[in-house]
Nanobody, 124 residues
Framework: QVKLVESGGGSVQAGGSLRLSCAASGNSVSRNCMGWFRQAPGKEREGVAE????????YYADSVKGRFNISQDNSKNMVYLRMNSLKPEDTAMYYC?????????????????WGQGTQVTVSS
């Protein structure tokens, strides 16, 4: 398992942008599935985007396609989530997660390392 620390959350108006960062330590994540998930109050945790860092293949939830972009920097052991055209319904705690193999379409239970989360609030 790796230790994950998220940063970059904040409060923005609808239509704005944020970039979340996930710093991994303890082990290299150069051959991991790295994912971003979010959880709003009273709702289940849902997958947003993931990337298999060995080859850079990505997968997005339908709700964020075309607006969010996940990227990696293996030299820094970092994963990012660029969020554009933010909507009030994007408001949630965002979590970075990792598992040491290929991705399987944003399944929460697949991941075994989680960060503490960073809050994103989008106002209308």
């Amino acid at each position: 398992q790796v230790k994950l620390v998220e940063s970059g959350g904040g409060s923005v108006q609808a239509g704005g942008s944020l970039r979340l960062s996930c710093a991994a330590s303890g082990n290299s994540v150069s051959r991991n599935c790295m994912g971003w998930f979010r959880q709003a109050p009273g709702k289940e945790r849902e997958g947003v985007a993931e990337i298999y860092t060995a080859v850079g293949v990505t997968y997005y939830a339908d709700s964020v396609k075309g607006r969010f972009n996940i990227s990696q920097d293996n030299s820094k052991n970092m994963v990012y989530l660029r969020m554009n055209s933010l909507k009030p319904e994007d408001t949630a705690m965002y979590y970075c997660a990792a598992v040491g193999r290929y991705c399987r379409s944003l399944k929460v239970d697949d991941y075994n390392s989680w960060g503490q989360g960073t809050q994103v609030t989008v106002s209308s």
